[in-house]
């Protein structure tokens, strides 16, 4: 039984596979055509899928859409109709590509693909729901989600048992948390849908100084999480932006440009709006806990990519287990759809032992092989040096421990926004240059963003604050106080992004401000060739502890091919690249041809 998930055209685009209940392949559209949060119809993602298990289109016996079109264009149409005359320029964008394309979904399907088969779709939330709960490795579990809207849904609750999932309660749009998250995202001068990663890290260089305005003007947060927005501050309904002139008036000033230079204003708007969005998370938490009675969570929906709230949930000990959708976002979407046609809608059996889910490490993407990366490197005349399988542990480790950054592009393509040590970029954490060094040198991108530790599972309690496995870097924990440093007296009074170029650790360059790191646990059974190298290098160096961040540069999305990964070790300040068993020193490269302007892209202020 071949069932075929996709989610198009609002961001994240992508297809799943799943073949008699299980998750085969699963890819966003954005790694092939290199544009990041494609939301194209996934014409590639769905080629890959489909090649990748030697099928063609008619072999798929259902195709599951991730939610429902004209829900969906029902809740549109009511709010520009409740905004009315307000909002008409927006209403004659929008409408038109509904008319002529997203309404009609089947022939949409049916045109792109040639599939003649049936079609399910689901609601969104159902969606996010059934990717949170059937893949988890619980036989039964609450549920939440938290997204910015999906038809009307916004936040939702309910139970996984079995093979079923019951929706118990919801929150509609225009009330949202991950709206409200996304307003601060647009005016502090980042991008919606693309810098609400960026807000959360700069968090820990402001205060909370608007946080009670926030409460007291912008939600209504009540004591059971549930929340009513004030819309009077708010455009995104019928506007083409996400904040109006009341909001302006609200925080003194008109949104940050993009690019220009940061303030300590930008840094303590993120800090409140962060402790907000925390705030919800534990109080909507604390109530499905009360009302479930289970102790098992599964969460779900961009929200649930906030990894420094899904931290703070687990420390509270609201539920005694945590499992997130490593696609949280509506990428995971395709894949929640096509289980919930295997499991609810043909009610097939479920098992789960409580100990490993079913993603797989989430290493769904694809994979080259030896031939394939040889005759590329051949036939582009690229030196390299071809190492044996075990030697390459110890060759990275040593070449890590020297200082260098190395690209590290092995096995299946990762399946959501995280690197996990399939397309990554490493380097040495206990190096105080690294994480400057790793942003402006090689991501191009903001230096006060922080970089991701990889530490192998059977260490994680020495470096961190944390007893549970974090495979796909979605919680934030404390670094161990055994291993901080003490901070002068001088030091303690920095403020904003001076704060950045204090060691604060033994492990400095993961090791935010606020003495935190978003923390990924490596397996031994689902990346042995990355917990081997990680295993070499606490073996000779003593240290359990790596950086790693995803193998890009910024406003590109993550490598995908061989190809992708050459281009982007040739046009950074990477040392290395191992791709395979192929391991190449970029002194020895050729520079690329007629490519010598591509770094004005990435100029940052």
Request: charged share 25%; proline share 5%.
């Amino acid at each position: 039984m071949n069932i075929l998930g996709i989610s198009a055209f609002y961001h994240d685009s992508a297809a799943c596979l799943v073949q008699d209940g299980r998750i085969i392949s699963a890819a966003q559209e954005e790694r092939f055509t290199r544009k990041k949060h494609d939301a194209a119809f996934p014409v590639n993602a769905i080629r890959f899928c489909l090649q990748n298990s030697g099928l063609q289109i008619h072999d798929v016996d259902f195709l599951a859409f991730y939610d429902k079109p004209f829900l969906k264009f029902e809740r549109i149409l009511e709010t520009y109709l409740a905004y009315a005359p307000t909002g008409f320029a927006s209403f004659i964008k929008a409408v038109p590509v509904w008319i002529k394309q997203k309404l009609w979904m089947k022939e949409v399907i049916k045109n792109e693909l040639g599939y003649e088969g049936k079609i399910i779709f689901t609601e969104h939330h159902e969606s996010h729901a059934a990717s949170a709960f059937f893949p988890s490795p619980f036989q039964e579990a609450s549920f939440i989600t938290m997204d910015g809207v999906g038809e009307w849904t916004t936040t939702s609750y309910g139970i996984g048992k079995d093979n079923n999932i019951n929706i118990i309660a919801d929150i509609h749009f225009p009330h949202s948390l991950g709206l409200l998250y996304s307003a601060f995202t647009y005016y502090t001068g980042f991008k919606v849908n693309s810098g609400e990663y960026k807000v959360m890290g700069l968090a820990p260089y402001g205060e909370p100084k608007y946080k009670d305005i926030i409460l007291s003007k912008l939600i209504d947060l009540k004591d059971d999480g549930s929340f009513k927005m004030n819309m009077k501050y708010f455009n995104y309904c019928a506007g083409l932006t996400m904040t109006n002139g009341e909001f302006d008036k609200l925080f003194g000033g008109p949104p940050r440009k993009p690019e220009s230079p940061l303030t300590q204003r930008e840094m303590d708007l993120a800090r409140s709006v962060q402790e907000v969005t925390e705030e919800a998370m534990l109080r909507i938490a604390r109530h499905v806990r009360k009302e479930t009675g289970q102790k098992n969570l599964c969460l779900s929906g961009g929200v649930a990519l906030n990894c420094v709230g899904n931290g703070k949930i687990l420390r509270e000990g609201i539920f005694d287990n945590i499992w997130i959708q490593p696609a949280a976002g509506d990428a995971g979407s395709a894949l929640g759809a096509a289980l919930f046609v295997w499991y609810q809608y043909l009610d097939n059996k479920r098992t789960a032992d409580n100990k490993r889910d079913l993603q797989r490490g989430s290493y769904l993407g694809p994979v080259f092989k030896r031939d394939y990366v040889s005759e590329y490197l051949k036939k582009n005349d690229i030196p390299y040096t071809e190492l044996k399988d075990e030697e390459i542990p110890e060759k990275i480790a040593d070449l890590i421990a020297q200082e260098n950054v190395i690209g590290w592009f092995q096995g299946g393509m990762e399946f959501g926004p995280r690197a996990l040590g399939s397309r990554s970029i490493i380097g040495d954490a206990r190096s105080p240059k690294m994480q400057e060094v790793m942003n402006l040198k090689i991501k191009f991108r903001e230096s006060f963003r922080p970089f991701a530790p990889s530490v192998i599972k059977e260490k994680v309690s020495e470096y961190f604050e944390l007893d549970k496995e974090s495979p796909y870097m979605l919680l934030v924990a404390p670094v161990r106080k055994e291993i901080r440093r003490d901070m002068t007296d001088d030091e303690q009074k920095l403020f904003g992004l001076d704060k950045l170029h204090v060691k604060r650790s033994t492990i400095p360059a993961i090791t935010h401000v606020d003495y935190s790191a978003r923390v990924q646990t490596v397996d031994e059974e689902t990346n042995p060739l990355y917990h081997k190298m990680i295993s070499k290098f606490y073996e000779k160096y003593g240290c359990a502890v790596i950086i790693n961040t995803s193998f890009n540069v910024r406003g590109e999305p993550i490598v995908c091919t061989p190809e992708d990964a050459y281009r982007c070790f040739m046009r950074t300040n990477m040392d290395y690249l191992i791709v395979g068993n192929f391991l190449l020193d970029k002194t020895k490269q050729k520079p690329l041809e007629g490519d010598t302007d591509w770094q004005k892209e990435f100029e940052l202020d």
